[in-house]
């Protein structure tokens, strides 16, 4: 007879996969490598393709429009931005606090057929929108091979 | 000691460490965790079914409230709704405010890399420490940060009792 012995810490990681599943990949629950070191919250992202634009929406709730920078370099777009706590008010009589305060650090690779001159960015009820056009197709070069 | 008792040893560690963490996490995370049910229009048309099928069902609602001598003021973060999206009540000692994402009416067609915002309708319940008058209830919505300002009622307000010496 012989025992079959678990090892636990797999049974762990295990069960830490099906929780990532339970939770859906929510941007909260997951390892993301947009995630930047020293961001201390994560915005929900949503980015679509256009046949001429991609656009990037991202849920920034209470973050004020002078605390954003959005920067495009070498093909990779940072958004970032600080949410600040409501300065006038005291720090004491809290009975709730979810919020996350602090500053949020996001890269995202895109193709670099994107035209880093005409990216535009708006803020819309906490919604931030970033437009970035692509660029003019240029004609691919074809390479004779010399006999 | 066996191995078997070493290893059941090491079992009860690890879970009396995981369910540490699964509590703060609850505690943390999961009462902002809202559930969002599809609205209405969802699947008018190709790009706004897809977006709906490949977004979470759940998004963070994340509130906080904070309470002084003469209200309860409560701030719920609900980015990418008009204000009079939202509908706000007070039934007995809790906060319900339930309200809908949609998903934007685009013309222009397109295909999505990412989908990580919830759409669609959602209701979060958020229990007061206090009774309030809601008559004289106001909230107002700023970049995408609802606040609801609750005035105490009055029998609960002003109850401070000085104590005499003697």
Known sequence: MSLIVRDPWQLLDQWRKEMDQVLGGHPMARDDATRVVGSDWMPAVDIKEEPDRFVLHADI????????????????????????????????????????????????????SVDAERIAATGNNG??????????????????VKA | ????????????????????????????????????????????????????????????????????????????????????????????????????????????????????RAYGRFERAIPLPTDVDESRASADYRRGVLTVRLPKHPRVASRRIAVQGG
């Not at chain 2, 509590?23 to 190709?46: C, I, S, V, Y």
Request: aromatic share 4%; with cysteine; glycine share 8%.
């Open chain 1, 61 to 112: 709730p209470g973050v004020q429009p002078e605390d954003i920078e959005v920067s495009m370099d070498n093909g990779v777009l940072t958004i970032r931005g600080e949410r600040r706590h409501e300065s006038q008010e005291s720090t004491e009589g809290y009975k709730r606090l979810e919020r996350q305060h602090g500053v949020f650090i996001r890269r995202f690779a895109l193709p670099d």
């Open chain 2, 1 to 116: 000691m066996s191995t078997l008792q070493q290893l059941r040893e090491g079992m009860d560690r690890a879970w009396e460490t995981l369910q540490a963490g699964w509590r703060t996490l609850t505690q943390k995370a999961t009462q902002a965790l809202t559930l969002f049910r599809p609205g209405e229009g969802a699947d008018d048309d190709e790009d706004r079914r897809a977006l709906r099928a490949a977004s979470p069902g759940w998004g963070l609602l994340a509130a906080e409230l904070r309470e002084d001598d003469g209200e309860v003021c409560v701030r719920l973060e609900a980015p990418g709704l008009e204000p009079e999206q939202f509908d706000i009540q007070v039934l007995e000692r809790i906060l319900v405010v339930s309200g809908e994402k949609a998903i934007a009416r685009e013309e222009r067609r397109g295909r999505y890399h990412l989908t990580e």
């Open chain 1, 127 to 144: 919604v931030l929108e970033v437009s970035l056009p692509k660029a003019e197709k240029q004609q691919p070069r074809k390479i004779q």
